[in-house]
């Protein structure tokens, strides 16, 4: 079993830079292809971003591609989203997941993934 908890989360202003955190425990050994999805109210929870651990490949929605970077550091067992220039639509609770795979696999839909952290509020204020 593998649990996540993300952190990172606040209340910054259209423009601003934040930083998310995921540590993962539990069974992590092996290759894990991890993501961050975000969900808004009255909306379906959205793909973000998405990572191989290992293989290092990347996955990003269009929404977000040139601003957003995704980034592992294996040995720690953590996963990272820098958010830069953020925007108002950028609200939302992000969560982050993870599923077992070959490490030369993305994975990007939620049905995908069997893990899930319990989310982190991100704010932004215009």
């Known amino acids: 079993q593998v649990q996540l908890a993300e952190t990172g989360g606040g209340l910054v202003q259209v423009g601003d830079s934040l930083r998310l955190s995921c540590a993962a425990s539990?069974?992590?050994?092996?290759?894990?292809?991890m993501a961050w999805f975000r969900q808004s109210p009255g909306k379906e929870r959205e793909f973000v971003a998405a990572i191989s651990i290992i293989g290092g490949y990347t996955d990003y929605a269009d929404s977000i591609k040139d601003r957003f970077t995704i980034s592992a550091d294996y040995a720690k067992s953590e996963m990272y989203l820098q958010m830069n220039n953020l925007k108002s639509e950028d609200t939302a609770v992000y969560y982050c997941?993870?599923?077992?795979?070959?490490?030369?696999?993305?994975?990007?839909?939620?049905?995908?993934?069997?893990?899930w952290g319990r989310g982190t509020q991100v704010t932004v204020s215009s």
């Open positions: 997941a993870a599923s077992p795979r070959p490490s030369e696999v993305i994975v990007t839909t939620t049905e995908s993934f069997e893990h």
């Open positions: 539990g069974r992590t050994n092996g290759n894990y292809c």
